[in-house]
């Protein structure tokens, strides 16, 4: 399939101050589209300028969030040129999504061509301040004008770009985490694996009283036994108990995130012994009593990592790492942002060149 390109003829002025771009707020001059249709596939790939989509009030997607997403970044180099991150893992997670969600399949390989071509359109746009990228956001919609329950017959992928700022101005901070007793995120059957707005729409209420408490996300436990951690927000989450890293395993109600892949391959190429597993939220409170609770962080592809300084579970509040960025994490961050930006060796082959 060709990609048509149509360039706006009104483009906007990109901003100067590159530290307070902040996250998720001004998007670029251009948009990729494509269109499904129930027997005829994805078609007419399109890159357009960026604006409102005209769609029926009846939309499904509206009305039952029959939609997935994605979000990757495109970081500049030092000398100029523009890398993604493992785009085809996410292509290949959103089929997993679609798979879930009734949503037809892409092709990946297409999928981070057009990637590549929308960012190449949009390459000005890419800041080039340290910790500044170009965050991708991928989705899918559906898009029937009907009120049936039922997946609709036709969709559209769409990839809007957003510059995005330093996600530490003052350098890595780290987080208070609420750990959430009251509310529950996903179930094993359920769509927790999948990246889809139900489960962001479930996580609203928690999220806010967890601000209203002056923290600054939650930790899920799972929705069964309220006794199992399964991750921070929109973060996978790392414990180091006496020397050895451990992370939930995926069962179906946590989202597989890119950043704890990587975090995991990078770590057992290094020598560490790191474990999948269930990790009850009562282990990490009886580690940091017998002191070996060493440090947590989350991963994720916005922050890539956040440490946690403190935990707060019904009140019992404990402070990890005396607050300050533990050993682990700091490393993590440094080697996983210096493959990103092209600043350390990519002995992996993790990024591709727009
Ligand atoms: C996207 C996301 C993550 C992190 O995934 P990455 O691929 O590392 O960015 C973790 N948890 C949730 C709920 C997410 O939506």
Known sequence: MEITIRKTTAPRVKPSDETGLGFGRSFTDHMFIMDYTDGKGWHDPRIVPYGPLALEPSTMTLHYGQTVFEGLKAYRTKGGDILLFRPEKNMERLNVSNERLCIPQIDVDFCVKALKTLVDTERDWVPSSEGTSLYLRPFIIATDPFLGVHPSHTYQFIVICSPSGQYYPEGVNPVKIWVESKYVRAVKGGVGYSKTAANYAASLKAQQEAEDAKYTQ????????????????????FFVINGEVITPRLQGSILPGITRMSVIELLRAQGRTVTERAISIQEVYDAHTAGTLEEAFGTGTAAVISPIGELNRDGEKIILHGNTTGPVARALYNDLTGIQSGEAADTFGWTQRV
């Not at 939650?218 to 989450?237: A, F, Q």
């Open 218 to 237: 939650v930790l899920w436990l799972d929705g069964v036994e309220r006794k199992y951690i399964e991750e921070v927000g929109t973060m996978n989450v």
